[in-house]
């Protein structure tokens, strides 16, 4: 067949076979299809691609109608192209979720709450002035209580302004003070503030939660404090996290204030399968 025979009745054969394949798999079809269909035709062909020069127009013709004649292959196209940066991200972020498991319950760098022998382990990456965290606060504090078996890690990700670093500041350094429960609940208080939380408000809550403040302020200036908040903003940028609260579950990365029962149900999933979501 003829190019010039081919070009009409083309581009919506093209369209109808492609659509669910999207746009570039359109343009690479097109282009591979076009020499076979110039075969009556066929000039001498340019080394680099393989077209005549007359057949690479015929092509850009083809391609131009199609788009034309089917705009929304264009929208079809960019859905999928989010998919598949979706799949990946998510592929990647898994990947360094297994190789950074280590760093991810370092009781160096993290707050240990919960049962610290528990057989699940949710990992919190937090700001003190980030309000879908202090919302989360309460699906986090609901299941450390409910579930006797979650170990519950506290990273401090301060991501949100001096104010945010300042407060970690304190807490990280409160950690050589408090732990478990009683870190756990000076935490809860610190969160609990209304407002911006800066390193004067969190030193009021540690004095108040029995810390020794002239301690305290020696530690929070200290550089293993400052090392462990450069570790824990790092680890996050290993992981591709970009805002908080974050959540560690299995394999999975888990963005926002999802709620108590999406995040029971993924611990449910990480007993099952050993993975946040299991197949069948």
């Known amino acids: 067949m003829a190019l010039d025979l081919a070009l009409p009745t083309l581009p919506r054969r093209l369209a109808n076979m492609l659509r669910p ?21 066929a000039p001498a062909q340019t080394p680099a691609s393989g077209l005549t020069a007359e057949q690479r127009k015929a092509v850009v013709a083809l391609i131009r109608e199609t788009l034309l004649q089917n705009p929304e ?46 057989d699940v382990t949710i990992v919190e990456f937090m700001d003190y002035n980030c309000g879908f965290c202090k919302r989360a606060l309460e699906d986090v504090r609901a299941l450390a209580k409910e579930d006797p078996k979650l170990k519950v890690v506290i990273k401090d990700f301060p991501i949100l302004g001096p104010d945010s670093v300042e407060a970690s500041r304190v807490a ?48 929070m200036d200290s ?23 974050a959540f560690i579950l299995g394999d999975e990365v888990i963005f926002g204030a999802v709620g108590q029962a999406a995040l029971k149900q993924k611990i449910e999933a990480v007993r099952k399968c050993g993975k946040a979501t299991c197949n069948g």
Do not use: W
């Open 21 to 41: 394949l999207g746009l570039a798999l359109c343009l690479s079809v097109a282009a591979a299809t076009a020499p076979a269909l110039a075969q009556a035709q």
């Open 172 to 219: 990280v350094a409160a950690m050589t003070q408090l732990t478990g429960a009683k870190y756990f609940d000076f935490h809860n208080k610190l969160m609990g503030v209304k407002g911006r939380i800066n390193g004067a408000k969190a030193l009021e809550i540690a004095k108040e939660s029995g810390a020794d403040i002239e301690r305290l302020k020696k530690e």
């Open 223 to 245: 550089a293993q404090t400052k090392a462990v908040i450069e570790d824990t903003v790092a680890l996050g940028d290993r992981l591709g996290l970009t805002g908080t609260p």
């Open 73 to 118: 292959l264009i929208q079809e196209a960019l859905v999928e192209l989010e998919r598949r940066n979706t799949l990946a991200q998510a592929e990647a972020q898994r990947s360094a979720v297994t190789a950074e498991k280590a760093k991810l319950i370092d009781p160096a760098t993290s707050a240990i709450v919960g049962n610290p022998q528990g």
